[in-house]
């Protein structure tokens, strides 16, 4: 079991940047492969982008691309979310989850097992 929880987000303005961090705990993180998800308010939780186990492949919404970097450190078992030039339609609940040796699908919330709480990040116009 892998249990996640997501910290750093908060209030900013459009065009600023914002990193908001999982901290994974539980055995063999470095095997499970992580995406980030959010949903804002009166919508479906849409996919952000994602990390493989062995941080060589990135995949990124096209809404986020260039934006948005993921990264992860196997060692402290965290995965952060570099955002840079937040739009105001960024704004909503940013959810960490993990997802144990799949190689496909990593827009599908369905193929992720674990999730955080989520953290909220709201950007002003």
């Known amino acids: 079991q892998v249990q996640l929880v997501e910290s750093g987000g908060g209030l900013v303005q459009a065009g600023d940047s914002l990193r908001i961090s999982c901290a994974a705990s539980?055995?063999?993180?470095?095997?499970?492969?992580m995406g980030w998800f959010r949903q804002a308010p009166g919508k479906e939780r849409e996919f952000v982008g994602a990390i493989s186990w062995s941080r060589d492949t990135t995949y990124y919404a096209d809404s986020v691309q260039g934006r948005f970097t993921i990264s992860r450190d196997n060692a402290k078992n965290t995965v952060d979310l570099q955002m840079n030039n937040l739009k105001p339609e960024d704004t909503g609940v940013y959810y960490c989850?993990?997802?144990?040796?799949?190689?496909?699908?990593?827009?599908?919330?369905?193929?992720?097992?674990?999730w955080g709480q989520g953290t909220q990040v709201t950007v002003s116009s």
């Open positions: 539980g055995r063999a993180f470095s095997s499970y492969g």
């Open positions: 989850a993990g997802r144990h040796l799949k190689l496909s699908g990593w827009d599908n919330a369905k193929e992720y097992d674990h």
